[in-house]
T-cell receptor, first 110, second 113 residues
Framework: EDQVTQSPEALRLQEGESSSLNCSYT??????LFWYRQDPGKGPEFLFT???AGEEKEKERLKATLTKKESFLHITAPKPEDSATYLCAVLRGYGQNFVFGPGTRLSVLP | SQTIHQWPATLVQPVGSPLSLECTVE??????LYWYRQAAGRGLQLLFYSVGIGQISSEVPQNLSASRPQDRQFILSSKKLLLSDSGFYLC????????????FGDGTRLSIL
């Protein structure tokens, strides 16, 4: 069965303390992997798309990487405003088969 | 630039009442449109998607229905709400080019009493 998992479920960091979030997937026919940021009470905000193993994307303090089985979202020197839930999603097979992971809730303390 | 509007932001409804949530997209034409439900601590569950006017695909059989009366308008409905319909409902759009990301509205928090 196609599945997307994320770890850890929650992460607390001190401001400036770099870390990584993991998104593991077991799907057939991966067509793309997407990272989103979601603030409480809001819809997910698109961050990155990765299409093939070895691909990397960067935006400010965030860097996303992709292998054949997982993706990492690296956060360098995070700030309190980076606190949010980070979701990953995969598009697989035919049609509009998006599958979302449960998310990682990140808290960055000043 | 493209924008997506979803309303209302919050809604409290009694069990057995009807439902209509509306979503509109601006700045693009012929988008793919989606309705999701998000339960606390869980991933987004795809409910319906549409690739064109009048074309609706249902992912999960349930008490809800969707319609697309205009190119950039997507409506989620129910004739009789159940307690289990409570949740956070999100509308999203995506370009029809292959493998494009989805872009979400700010959601509707639905509480059933």
């Amino acid at each position: 069965e196609d599945q997307v998992t994320q770890s850890p479920e929650a992460l607390r960091l001190q401001e400036g303390e770099s870390s990584s979030l993991n998104c593991s997937y077991t799907v057939s026919g991966l067509r793309g992997l997407f990272w989103y940021r979601q603030d409480p009470g809001k819809g997910p905000e698109f961050l990155f798309t990765l299409y093939s193993a070895g691909e990397e994307k960067e935006k400010e303090r965030l860097k996303a990487t992709l292998t054949k089985k997982e993706s990492f979202l690296h956060i360098t020197a995070p700030k309190p405003e980076d606190s949010a839930t980070y979701l990953c999603a995969v598009l697989r097979g035919y049609g509009q088969n998006f599958v979302f992971g449960p998310g990682t809730r990140l808290s960055v303390l000043p | 630039s493209q924008t997506i509007h979803q309303w209302p932001a919050t809604l409290v409804q009694p069990v057995g009442s009807p439902l209509s949530l509306e979503c509109t997209v601006e700045g693009t034409s012929n988008p793919n449109l989606y309705w999701y439900r998000q339960a606390a601590g869980r991933g987004l569950q795809l409910l319906f998607y549409s690739v064109g006017i009048g074309q609706i695909s249902s992912e999960v059989p349930q008490n809800l229905s969707a319609s697309r009366p205009q190119d950039r308008q997507f409506i989620l409905s129910s004739k009789k709400l159940l307690l289990s319909d409570s949740g956070f409902y999100l509308c999203a759009w995506a370009r029809t080019d292959l493998n494009q990301p989805q872009h979400f509205g700010d959601g509707t928090r639905l509480s059933i009493l």
